[in-house]
């Protein structure tokens, strides 16, 4: 769906993005992670057409975006951060007027006005006027406005963007049911949203980018030192001497807990998962066990990992 070689953007002298390489499949939906000035809204926009690249070249669907810009546009909808709507319009007559500049019948204008509210569950507001509408369902028009010339492409820039957690699952739901039938960018600063709705991520940095992977993959890629916590209820002494004793771990912190259990903080070698072989340990030495748990690195550890200066290192 998308093919982006050595794509470069200058703002006077300064790049934003400089020599983006990447493929994107059909149906996928992909999350553009990166700090405040790494590049994205940059990219998503030369992607969508609103800006022209310095050098380089993009594709979408087979198409140019630069010799064949017209048959690119038919093929996007975007949603820009700001979601700029006329806010002094209604409902209907606006997703109707935007369905005719982007090319629509009269005819089909009304029709995809009506498929597009039910889609969104904007019935309710169909007559009302935008501008006196909550951010929720702003952003509800927004997609219904990128959506209504049924583009195979979505580019949505930080689609969820002062919405409330209510607000933020709503649009996210509406995202995740559109993928497969569309492709979908989007950028987001809430790393968890991301984590669930989409299916692989590229993290920018300072015009670059520093990962492409699935969620899991970039998790596996921070190794395998997954802590394991156990809360067991037995004697500080033989909790102490068996992690000793036990060559597959690496460090222990052993801590009161509640009653006479106590938490145990384990950090295996080599990444092994230590949890069968405690269970089995926990049955075998009748030591009543409360919780046994494995530390995920999550998709914020990764990003922090991926985008921190090399001083930090």
Known sequence: MIEVKN????????AAIEGLSFSIPRGEIIGFLGPNGAGKSTTMRIIAGYLTASSGSACIAGFDITRKSEEVRRRVGFMPENNPLHEDMRVREYLKFRAR???L??????????EVIEQFDLDDARNSIIGELSKGFRQRVGLADALIHEPELLVLDEPTIGLDPHQIRTVRQHIKSMGGQHTILMSSHILPEVEVTCSRVLIFHEGNI??????????????????ITVELKASLEDLNRTWEEMAEVEYHHVSPAEGDFF?????????????????????ARGWP?????????????IFIHITRSEEEF
Do not use: F, M, V
């Open 263 to 283: 938490r145990n903080i384990l950090t295996p070698r080599d990444g092994e998962d230590l949890r069968p072989r405690i269970s089995a340990l926990a049955r």
């Open 101 to 103: 500049i982007k090319g």
């Open 7 to 14: 794509l470069t953007k200058y703002y006077g002298a300064k």
């Open 289 to 301: 066990l409360k919780e046994l748990t494995r530390e995920r690195h999550t998709l914020e550890d």
């Open 210 to 227: 520093r990962a492409n992977d699935t969620p899991s993959a970039l998790e596996n890629s921070l190794g395998g030192r997954h802590k």
């Open 105 to 114: 019948t009269t005819q089909k204008s009304r029709k995809r006005a009506e």
